[in-house]
């Protein structure tokens, strides 16, 4: 994250199912913390807390999530659903 470097932006798309999410692929190095921030605002952002979350990432502890290795990941969020879900996979 750098706290102070510019949001990703995330663009739509559609899983097998039809289901809609948001993805941006980036690269991070270990240890980067982040979180999810819609309309770039804090007053409702997404951590650990208020998603469900699988794959190639876990909860810092913090509110954040962590990336534990360097690399790049796809991460999709699952925002139109009533329990909203993250899936972060590492390329």
């Keep these: 994250n750098g706290w102070g470097s510019g949001d990703t932006k995330m663009t739509l798309a559609y899983d097998e199912n039809n289901a809609a999410y948001l993805t941006a692929t980036l690269d991070m190095p270990a240890g980067n913390t982040w979180k999810i921030r819609p309309d770039e605002k804090w007053e409702n952002d997404k951590g650990p807390g208020q ?19 360097a690399g790049s990941y796809t991460i999709k969020w699952y925002f139109n659903k009533v329990e909203q879900k993250l899936v972060v996979t590492k390329n």
């Excluded at 699988?54 to 990336?67: C, K, L, R, S």
């Design 51 to 69: 998603l469900k979350f699988e794959g190639d990432v876990a909860d810092n502890g913090d509110g954040n999530f962590i990336a534990n290795e």
